[in-house]
């Protein structure tokens, strides 16, 4: 089982930047996927980032250039470095993992972590 702690939300203005993090509580060396997705009010859960073990990326086509996700195996954490903030990106971040456990993939939600960004 993998806990998931996010942290770094909060209220950032407009153009601006944040970075957020997730740390899980054991090593995400061995976890297949690790994620970002959010969800606004009254819409979807969509993606918006992964990064596999092998450090492969991908990016929701609207992000590209604005958002970078990264991991530091060291830390077990995974984080979420976003630029030029938009009103639309305020939502409820959550960081998500798919570990591959024999024939299974389970997949692991954190809390949430808030994110407003005012014009």
């Known amino acids: 089982q993998v806990q998931l702690v996010e942290s770094g939300g909060g209220l950032a203005q407009a153009g601006g930047s944040l970075r957020l993090s997730c740390t899980a509580s054991r090593t995400i060396a061995s976890i297949n996927v690790m994620a970002w997705h959010r969800q606004a009010p009254g819409s979807q859960r969509e993606l918006v980032a992964t990064?596999?073990?092998?450090?492969?990326?991908t990016y929701a086509d609207s992000l590209k250039g604005r958002f970078t996700i990264s991991r530091d195996n060291a830390k077990n954490t995974v984080y979420l470095q976003m630029h030029s903030l938009k009103p639309e990106d305020s939502a409820v971040y959550y960081c998500?993992?798919?570990?591959?456990?024999?024939?299974?993939?389970?997949?692991?939600w954190g809390q949430g972590t808030q994110v407003t960004v005012s014009s």
């Open positions: 990064i596999t073990a092998a450090d492969t990326t």
């Open positions: 998500n993992a798919l570990v591959r456990e024999g024939s299974r993939l389970l997949s692991y």
